[in-house]
């Protein structure tokens, strides 16, 4: 097993020799005699560091100040910090407690009893450490799971619907400008960076359940009649009876993302949308932005049913309410975000109308 690594901060030179003498056999020392060297240090060698010995008492940045600068940065997570001092009960110990110092070493130093309170504590934090990678590796691993389910499901209705492969992928990226923009724009509609990553993920989901909609409906050329209209509709349900057969498989966020999108990425905003008819915000925000989305894309893609139109005629018929009525301020995000997406590359089936 790799030496482990223990840093000595003390302005007394003496003081940090004779700490090295007690861990030198267990362990790599590295000494620091003031505050910014040892913040230097703990820059350059964190990963490796097991313990800091950190004097109180010291010119220039002080044991305090160090502290606060571990804190801020995070360090303290991962690395105990033992404060080293001579007095006992003042202010500055208690100030060190709070700011996440785990133990006191009194001076003058007793050998054993140092080496084995220490020890102990750095074990401690090892096991914690080595704990908290293997949680992280599963929980990349059921990333990668729910990654994998999410693009099988999105395969199947390639299989099904020739149109719906290329569509899905293209739906992430556009979901991810337009719940980027909203987010920002709007406080009201704010999410997190982790949520945004799973709404992207349960944006493929969103057209799912055409798996249940007949060949004869799903890739028919011409306009649909009254009653296949009907049907093609079914598939916000149908897509929806699909994913609750599979909730254990999947990441919660994802499922409950991937099902609410599934089922009301058809909803419009003046309640003229189905299949529940909801109007307005009770269409949650990301419903709201895959529905604009899902209709950008269809209207810059070739379909069986119609040649694709420009991206300029396609974003005036969403302006313009001819796709349907979208919450204006999802349509400002949209419109605020038309150079990123024909950046991104999102339009490469556009052509001239």
């Given at each position: 097993?790799?030496?482990?690594?223990?840093?000595?901060?003390?302005?007394?030179?003496?003081?940090?020799?004779?700490?090295?003498?007690?861990?030198?056999?267990?362990?790599?020392?590295?000494?620091?005699?003031?505050?910014?060297?040892?913040?230097?240090?703990?820059?350059?060698?964190?990963?490796?560091?097991?313990?800091?010995?950190l004097d109180i008492i010291m010119p220039g940045m002080d044991g305090i100040e160090v502290l606060r600068h571990l804190t801020r940065n995070g360090r303290l997570t991962h690395i105990p910090v033992f404060i080293i001092t001579a007095e006992d009960g003042n202010e500055k110990l208690l100030n060190a407690y709070h700011l996440g110092a785990v133990d006191?070493?009194?001076?003058?130093?007793?050998?054993?009893?140092?080496?084995?309170?220490?020890?102990?504590?750095?074990?401690?934090?090892?096991?914690?450490?080595?704990?908290?990678?293997?949680?992280?590796?599963?929980?990349?691993?059921?990333?990668?799971?729910?990654?994998?389910?999410?693009?099988?499901?999105?395969?199947?209705?390639?299989?099904?619907?020739?149109?719906?492969?290329?569509?899905?992928?293209?739906?992430?990226?556009?979901?991810?400008?337009?719940?980027?923009?909203?987010?920002?724009?709007?406080?009201?509609?704010?999410?997190?960076?982790?949520?945004?990553?799973?709404?992207?993920?349960?944006?493929?989901?969103?057209?799912?359940?055409?798996?249940?909609?007949?060949d004869s409906i799903l890739n028919k050329p011409g306009r649909l009649t009254k009653e296949e209209f009907e049907i093609m509709k079914t598939h916000t349900t149908r897509g929806c009876d699909i994913l609750t057969q599979?909730?254990?498989?999947?990441?919660?966020?994802?499922?409950?993302?991937?099902?609410?999108?599934?089922?009301?990425?058809?909803?419009?905003?003046?309640?003229?949308?189905?299949?529940?008819?909801?109007?307005?915000?009770?269409?949650?925000?990301?419903?709201?932005?895959?529905?604009?989305?899902?209709?950008?894309?269809?209207?810059?893609?070739?379909?069986?049913?119609?040649?694709?139109?420009?991206?300029?005629?396609?974003?005036?018929?969403?302006?313009?309410?001819?796709?349907?009525?979208?919450?204006?301020?999802?349509?400002?995000?949209?419109?605020?975000?038309?150079?990123?997406?024909?950046?991104?590359?999102?339009?490469?089936?556009?052509?001239?109308?």
């Open positions: 097993m790799r030496r482990r690594t223990i840093l000595i901060v003390d302005d007394v030179e003496s003081n940090r020799d004779v700490l090295e003498g007690i861990f030198c056999d267990d362990y790599d020392i590295l000494q620091a005699e003031d505050g910014y060297e040892a913040l230097e240090l703990v820059n350059e060698n964190h990963e490796k560091i097991a313990a800091i010995l006191v070493i009194q001076k003058p130093f007793i050998s054993e009893f140092v080496y084995f309170r220490i020890n102990s504590v750095v074990e401690l934090y090892r096991h914690r450490n080595d704990l908290e990678e293997v949680v992280n590796e599963q929980i990349e691993k059921l990333d990668r799971v729910n990654r994998s389910m999410v693009e099988t499901l999105a395969t199947l209705i390639e299989f099904r619907d020739c149109e719906s492969g290329e569509h899905v992928r293209r739906i992430c990226g556009l979901t991810e400008i337009l719940m980027t923009a909203v987010s920002s724009m709007y406080p009201e509609y704010s999410v997190s960076k982790a949520e945004i990553d799973k709404i992207v993920s349960a944006s493929i989901l969103h057209d799912v359940g055409k798996i249940a909609i007949p599979i909730p254990n498989v999947m990441e919660e966020g994802i499922f409950k993302y991937g099902y609410d999108i599934c089922r009301h990425h058809h909803e419009r905003w003046d309640g003229r949308g189905y299949p529940d008819g909801l109007k307005g915000d009770d269409i949650s925000i990301w419903a709201q932005v895959v529905s604009v989305a899902d209709v950008y894309d269809a209207l810059t893609s070739p379909r069986v049913y119609k040649a694709a139109f420009s991206v300029e005629k396609a974003v005036q018929m969403i302006n313009d309410g001819e796709c349907g009525i979208f919450n204006p301020k999802v349509l400002d995000a949209f419109n605020s975000s038309l150079d990123i997406i024909k950046a991104q590359g999102n339009t490469e089936f556009a052509a001239e109308a």
